[in-house]
């Protein structure tokens, strides 16, 4: 396996690969990997021989600054698990190869009305961010395949615009999220959680299902599923931070055209902010009511 911090060294080794005719499947990463990270690496193994990674905490898409000072770093063991994988590069830039000339005065990639949205509008240029980010790891590893986790719904719907968008020619392959047994959706952030938190965090999910499934039945008002789902959410000791019921495909709301529905979850456990989805399929009508 090679690590490469270089962009240089990485076109060169992609330019061999591209040579010898081989097809690459590139999964970006901001380390700090668990098994839903290496599980889009295996994804990626079943589509094309090479497999890039990149691990890289993208300075543009924090608007915290403590949060991405805090972020946890573990590129040994990263680069470890990786090669037990079997990936042929890792590429582990560092920011300022990145953003020569700093943020600044960098340019953005940014897909409307996608990115405005949902976490959007809770995140100010945090899509900005990694709508950049990504077009430049892109730009840089030139892959024909691209893994992205359905655990962050908003972000894999914004790649698959821009790929649109900007013509690229890749297939954004979407990964089902990895899961804890007891439900929890595998995250980073998950290692930040008390051992009391641990036990409470599988009720995200367990909240979700039921949300899911009642708004598949469409037996009431959205809002008011959301707001039951709130309470009972409150109740095991979160912060509900976000619940919306959205079109799988504009993330706007849901009309009588509406074939397929997300539930998209977001709530704390303590300083913790936890996220989950589940798309359901749901039979609108022109007496619908949200």
Known sequence: MLVIESPQQLREAIKQFKQQGKAICFTPTMGNLHQGHLELVKQGQKVAPISVVSIFVNPMQFNNADDLKNYPKTLDADCQALEAQGVDIVFTPSSDVIYPNGLAVQTYVEVPVLSDCLEGELRPGHFRGMSTIVNKLFNLVQPDYACFGEKDFQQLAIVKQMVIDMAMPIEIIPVATVRETSGLAMSSRNNKLS???????????????????????????????IRDACHVLE???????????????????????????????????????????KVVSICTNKDFTL
Do not use: W, Y
């Open 195 to 225: 051992e009391g938190d641990k036990r409470k965090a599988p009720l995200l999910a367990k909240v979700m299902n039921q949300l899911a499934i009642d708004t598949q039945n469409n037996t009431t008002q959205h809002s008011l599923l």
């Open 235 to 277: 109740a095991g000791g979160f912060d509900t931070d976000a619940i919306h019921i959205v079109d799988v495909l504009t993330l706007q709301a849901v009309t009588p055209e509406t074939k397929q529905a997300v539930v998209l979850m977001a709530a704390f456990l303590g300083s913790t902010r936890l996220i989950d989805n």
